[in-house]
């Protein structure tokens, strides 16, 4: 059935939503859908997001995923929001994740292999901080940014969509490379610019204070997942979190360099003024790099449709209108969860004669006048 160019279904019986929302569903796209009454069950039942009212009855809101409370469509809306900033939470902490976890095992083992002492020039507690960083605070910094309106301006996400897609793996591989080569730089080059000695404490501590402090700054980027330029944009109305986060980190970094307490356990000694400038130009060159980024052509392929699974279907029904109705066969493949769920059969539901001349018309421009609609239910709520 092709139902994408429909926009409104006036006067639509509880069957219509049904075949509107399997329609939508076989089609790939992901369908909400919102009922009340007892004979709403089958579609909320079928839908991706089932939403019911709290004044419905208490057959639609068991068949439903989420019961609005205040019984206002505007509810409908925020859960959409909230719903996307939680699966942008996810993705922000993914990128962000891997680009520092490939770089760090790179850089463990090619300082390995190069050292005279086949020791890695990040010690173990040095790794455990890194590690803590890229896991734990991390994923309170970018996981903690409140929802907004700005979410609903994008298009949907398919259900088919790669959880990582182009723009993420060009900020993974572009900042990879990025830290991957000034860290190399350091550790073979760029530590006789400012007076450190080859495999000396300070070569060490330089080479891991630049790595840190790269990280430190392209959590301001890994906040943006798409084409925004400004990776501040919102930063302190919607993530207090973010700023303590950083502060926490940031300062714990100079107290690993500094101070004379922890630099035993960190294995790290003091900098003097132009190692600390050469380790900030390298954390801060991630914000002219992310913003090129940003400004790369990227485009993302078409997600593909059709042939999507619904885990809610139970039985597939195979459905043709005739002038006296709708005749269905038997269901084929079934896949009830749990005893009480069983197919049953709609055929004087879909009766066309009573169709209201809307519904008429939506079922003149099926596919092939042909459908294939999943159903589930129970047995009492048909009879109720």
């Known amino acids: 059935i092709n139902a994408e160019y429909m926009g409104v279904l006036a006067r639509s019986s509880?069957?219509?939503?049904?075949?509107?929302?399997?329609a939508l569903i076989k089609n790939g796209e992901v369908v909400a859908m919102t009922g009340d009454g007892t004979n709403d069950a089958p579609a909320l039942k079928l839908s991706d997001v089932g939403f019911a009212m709290h004044s419905g009855t208490e057959i639609a809101q068991l068949a439903s995923d989420i019961i609005l409370l205040d019984d206002n469509f505007v509810s409908v809306v925020k859960a959409c929001m909230w719903g996307r900033n939680v699966n942008d939470a996810v993705r922000k902490f993914l990128q962000f994740q891997l680009t520092v976890n490939v770089v760090g095992v790179l850089l463990t083992f090619i300082s390995a292999v190069t050292s005279p002492e086949r020791h890695s020039s990040l010690t173990a507690v040095q790794l455990l901080w890194l590690n803590l960083i890229m896991d734990t605070f991390a994923s309170v910094a970018l996981s903690t940014e409140g929802a907004h309106e700005g979410l609903l301006n994008?298009?949907?996400?398919?259900r088919n969509s790669p959880i990582i897609s182009r723009r993420m793996w060009s900020f993974i591989i572009c900042h990879s490379v990025y830290q991957l080569t000034?860290?190399?730089l350091i550790q073979f080059a760029?530590?006789?610019?400012v007076g450190a000695k080859a495999h000396s404490a300070e070569?060490?501590?330089?080479?891991?204070?630049?790595?840190?402090?790269?990280?430190?700054?392209?959590?301001f980027n890994a906040r943006k997942l798409y084409d925004e330029l400004n990776p501040f944009e919102g930063i302190i109305s919607r993530s207090p979190w973010f700023w303590i986060i950083f502060?926490?980190?940031?300062?714990?970094?100079?107290?690993a360099v500094e101070a004379p307490g922890i630099q035993k356990i960190m294995s790290t000694t003091?900098?003097?003024?132009?190692?600390?400038?050469?380790?900030?130009?390298?954390?801060?060159?991630?914000?002219?790099i992310g913003l090129c980024i940003k400004m790369l052509p990227i485009q993302e392929p078409p997600a593909p449709k059709g042939g999507v699974a619904h885990d809610k279907a139970v039985g597939i029904a195979k459905v043709h209108p005739t002038a006296e109705g709708i005749v269905e066969e038997e269901p084929k493949a079934m896949n009830a969860r749990g005893p009480s769920a069983s197919s049953f059969r709609v055929t004087d539901t879909f009766r066309a004669p009573n169709r209201d001349p809307a519904v008429q018309a939506f079922h003149r421009h099926t596919d092939g006048n042909q459908y294939y609609g999943s159903m589930v239910g129970r047995r009492q709520s048909m009879a109720a």
């Not at 509880?14 to 399997?22: E, N, Q, R, S, Y």
């Not at 502060?247 to 107290?255: E, H, K, R, S, Y």
């Open 14 to 22: 509880p069957g219509d939503k049904h075949v509107l929302a399997a």
């Open 203 to 219: 070569h060490a501590t330089l080479f891991f204070n630049t790595f840190v402090l790269m990280q430190v700054f392209n959590q």
């Open 247 to 255: 502060l926490i980190v940031a300062g714990f970094q100079v107290a």
């Open 182 to 184: 000034a860290t190399l």
């Open 190 to 193: 760029a530590y006789s610019w």
């Open 270 to 288: 003091s900098l003097n003024g132009q190692q600390w400038a050469l380790c900030l130009v390298a954390g801060f060159l991630e914000w002219p």
């Open 154 to 158: 994008r298009p949907p996400v398919s």
